[in-house]
């Protein structure tokens, strides 16, 4: 349904929004991000996890960067893994060029890592670190899970996807696959549960 204006203001007032709308250029960046299935060890805080930009063009140039995840709805009260730092500078683009980061945990299981890029924008290549994402899952053992992942819809308030602008300030949308995290045994019990399945099968051959 469309609503129409009743005044010349608000007509006025359409058009200059309009306007405005047809003078940002909007960059269909090659970007992609994949988080995947992350793999964490069961009680255990400190484990880090690396993000990687897929570019399947040349280079891409980047002013503005706002690295964003969450760990299910990202609440506080969300009886899931926590965020307890998130990097987006160090071994990135941004690294050395940038006017500072502005990390921002709106949550236990929310964070923002927002970065301008100084003194002009950097170059996106294919396989670049973004940004290094600790996780605490004290509390959770093999068998708790799985736990999405998303940079497309993070909060309060969204959703709010990982998004980036170029050195023009225009949109870049980078293509967001979500995923999850996979609280996987310790190695002590993978090896005896490995030593127990070999045992089992040398008594069947015998």
Known sequence: MCIYPKTREASALVACMFAMLCATDVVNAALSITVGNIDLQPNQSGQTVSFFVNNTDASTDVGVGSFRIQVVDGEDTT?????????????????????????????????????????????????DLIATVTFDTTGFFFGDGPFSVSLTSTGPGGPYPTEYRDGSNNPIFPTLTDGQITIVPEPSTSLLLALSMGAAFFRRRR
């Open 79 to 127: 009886t899931a893994p926590t965020i307890t730092s998130v990097d987006a500078i160090t071994g990135t683009p941004f690294d050395g060029m940038n006017t500072g980061e502005l990390g921002m945990a709106t949550g236990v299981r929310r964070w923002e890592s927002s970065l301008t890029a100084f003194p002009s924008a950097v170059p996106f290549l294919n396989g």
